[in-house]
């Protein structure tokens, strides 16, 4: 068991690795490097950049090096928490990032916990009520929520609330709080902000959920061991939640993994259309200005997070479910 | 292909049949069935599937229109209107002086308010254009080969006949979601084309090979799970540079998007070949002296042919949100390219969508194509997976 643990976190250093370097590629994309665009940036606002900057700056980034040394200083760099400038802002990008990646983790945490909170419930619904009319319901709403992107979702929805009601659901906070520090009233003023990008990030996740669950949980219903349960006299309730429940929920638990890079993916498209202050906005800011430090950072940074979400659901799967829990010691 | 029938299924009851008498046919009816190979059986259970049919049909006709999106177009899709910016749908109406009249459309008048200067158009009942069938209008190609001028409808000038309402610059919404149609529906099937060749390579060698080959595949399939595939494309897009002529960008951003998708398909053509390898099929073949190639070929990939075209057909509309999504953003496919995302575009300020609600209507398309294709795809896996119980 501990040593599975001690592997798996290490696998995850060697995918963090992986995408360091797949996030440097990104910031070399472009044509040109970096340091030039950064000249030019200055000259154009009427700045001169002095060639004592320059030369500190190519060495900070190892710009006279070859490729692979130019992404060893950025690795190391980044290890010690400089993850580079932003040329756009002016600013280090790890103080940009900062409190909008806080932002994005709260989100995607959130709306993860919603995906379960609602679809959990429907999907034990739906199998034990097969073919009714609430089941049909949930199913044509399912394939619907799978269908629109999660911009069109927020687009629609911003759509219908300016229509109605006459006020746009932008932003996570109200004009006071913005640039406030943070305090009591921000965090109530976040959490009455949040339902709308809640349940747009939420969506096409829960929709995924309810079908798979429904599926498994019918499959376990009717297998024999519920038949003899329910033979014996067992009540109906303590039958669903004592055996097949618990065995219909595992392919869930180990589909958090998968669903948290999705989740990730929704919250910045949703971000932009609604305006959020997360990375979401500035990740296309930043790429389309091509500020490639800012964007390669950002890239870096919610796929980590994607991935440390992963290796929680995997150690949370071996502590559930003891099948996987005693093959994992056996390979041990 | 349909030479290669699997026994095993072949006598397998369809499902929700009564239980046929296993091995005795006793009627023509069951003599059939026996003698039916896998696929006719899979069409016969598919044609039970009433919303994959019914999708099915639409898609086709989705298809069929985009293709001769042309002939169905009104005006040329790059003609602006300055004098209709932002007008709302036409009504088609047929009744004209309490009288029912050929379908027809009422002239249009444009006002300005003196105080906010905002413009209004105000329906003038005395003009009467009937809508006429088969005229001749703007030049096109007719799918591409020849030139035309035949359309389907339209109305004499100087009458304003815009279905699905223009957009800021004038331009005819209708006949660009026509022309966008064939930009986001054929990227679906270039992507999953460029998926499906990946997928077969990668995940063939991984899963006939296996060892250290299998390993460094699957290592690559996980890393790139594991990553938010929307910061990635918008990363990736981005970088395609805005000079590059159409044909370029649009296999850019189509290779880009199949980045992702080729490690679901190569996930499971693995799968089948490491199930399928040990079959007695596959040694009978090799001690016939097949190669390892033509094993593959001719006896591996018929097994689980079905098992790709429907993880196919449910990878089209992930290729086609990834489109949207990407020109809806600005970084995918630009102007004067005409896709759904790029006519989205307009849609990004939610003050102009407010007032001119129409210009959300490509959205409505890719939500009802891609509810199509996931209706398919859900029947076409019922179909060729009878063993996987799925009480969808």
């Keep these: ?332 | 292909m349909s030479s290669h029938s699997r026994p095993q299924e072949a006598h397998l009851p369809p499902a929700g049949d009564q239980a046929i008498g296993v091995g005795v046919a006793e009627t023509a009816e069951e003599e059939r069935y026996f003698l039916a190979s896998s696929w006719t059986l899979m069409r016969r259970r598919f044609l039970k599937h009433k919303l994959a049919v019914a999708g099915t049909v639409i898609l086709l006709l989705i298809y069929v229109t985009a293709a001769f999106a042309g002939f169905f177009a009104l005006v040329d899709t790059h003609e602006r209107n300055t004098d209709y910016e932002f007008l709302p749908p036409t009504r088609v109406r047929f009744f004209h002086d309490g009288g029912l009249q050929r379908p027809f459309v009422y002239g249009l008048r444009q006002e300005v308010d003196q105080e906010t200067l905002a413009k209004t158009y105000v329906i003038d009942r005395t003009q009467v254009y009937p809508i006429r069938f088969f005229v001749q209008g703007h030049e096109y190609r007719f799918i591409g080969l020849f030139p035309s001028q035949l359309h389907l409808m339209g109305v004499d000038e100087p009458g304003a006949f815009f279905p699905l309402g223009t957009d800021r610059l004038g331009r005819d919404m209708y006949s660009r979601v026509l022309q966008g149609a064939r930009v986001s529906l054929s990227i679906g099937l270039v992507g999953v084309a460029i998926s499906f060749a990946l997928g077969c390579l990668l995940g063939g060698a991984s899963g006939f090979f296996g060892g250290a080959v299998d390993m460094i595949v699957q290592r690559i399939i996980e890393f790139l799970q594991s990553l938010p595939s929307i910061p990635l494309w918008m990363a990736l897009a981005a970088a395609v540079p805005t000079e590059w002529p159409v044909l370029r960008t649009y296999f850019m951003i189509t290779l880009i998007l199949s980045i992702v998708g080729w490690t679901e398909l190569a996930r499971v053509v693995r799968g089948k070949i490491l199930q399928l390898r040990v079959e007695d099929f596959v040694m009978a073949a090799s001690i016939a002296g097949a190669k390892e190639f033509t094993i593959i070929i001719r006896h591996l990939l018929p097994g689980f042919m079905s098992y790709l075209i429907v993880h196919m057909t449910l990878a089209i509309p992930y290729m086609i949100l990834g489109e949207t999504t990407l020109s809806f953003l600005g970084i995918g496919l630009r102007p004067p390219v005409i896709s759904w995302g790029v006519m989205l575009q307009q849609a990004q300020n939610i003050r102009t969508v407010a007032l001119n609600e129409w210009l959300l209507i490509p959205a409505l398309f890719v939500v009802f194509t891609v509810l199509c294709f996931n209706v398919v795809g859900d029947g076409l896996r019922d179909v060729a997976d009878p063993y996987a119980t799925r009480h969808m």
């Design chain 1, 1 to 332: 068991m501990a040593s599975y643990i001690v592997r798996r976190i290490l696998y995850m250093f060697v995918l963090l690795l992986i995408l360091s370097f797949v996030s440097f590629v990104i910031i070399q994309l472009p044509p040109g490097d970096f340091l030039s665009t950064l000249v030019i940036n200055m000259e154009n606002r009427g700045m001169t950049i002095d060639a004592e900057t320059i030369a500190d700056l190519k060495k900070r980034y190892g710009l006279d090096k070859p490729f692979m040394g130019q992404y060893l200083t950025w690795l190391f760099n980044l290890l010690q928490g400089d993850m580079g400038r932003s040329f756009q802002w002016d600013e280090e990008v790890t103080k940009l990032i900062g409190e909008r990646l806080i932002l994005t983790t709260t989100l995607a945490i959130s709306s993860l916990i919603l995906v379960y909170l609602i679809a959990v419930p429907i999907g034990i619904y739906s199998a034990t009520h097969q073919y009714s009319f609430a089941d049909y319901t949930f199913t044509v709403f399912g394939f619907i929520g799978l269908a629109t992107p999660n911009f069109l979702l927020a687009l629609i929805l911003m759509f219908l609330t300016v229509k109605l009601f006459g006020w746009s659901p932008g932003g996570l906070f109200s004009r006071e709080y913005i640039m406030a520090d943070w305090s009591l009233g921000k965090v109530v003023d976040l959490l009455k902000h949040l339902p709308v990008p809640l349940i747009v990030i939420s969506t096409a996740g829960t929709a995924a959920i309810i079908r798979v669950l429904r599926g498994s949980l019918l499959d376990e219903l009717a297998k024999q061991y519920v038949v003899t349960a329910r033979s014996k006299g067992v009540r109906e309730q303590r039958i669903l939640f004592k055996y097949p429940v618990r065995i219909a929920i595992n392919p869930i638990i180990s589909s958090i993994g998968g669903l948290l890079p999705f989740i990730v993916s929704g919250e910045v498209l949703v971000s932009i259309v609604l305006g959020l202050p997360t990375i979401g906005p500035l990740l296309i800011l930043a790429l389309t200005d091509q500020d490639m430090f800012l964007a390669g950072s950002m890239v870096m940074m919610l796929g980590g997070l994607a991935m440390i979400g992963t290796l929680i659901s995997d150690l949370l799967l071996v502590t559930i479910d003891p099948r996987i829990r005693f093959s994992a010691a056996a390979r041990a």
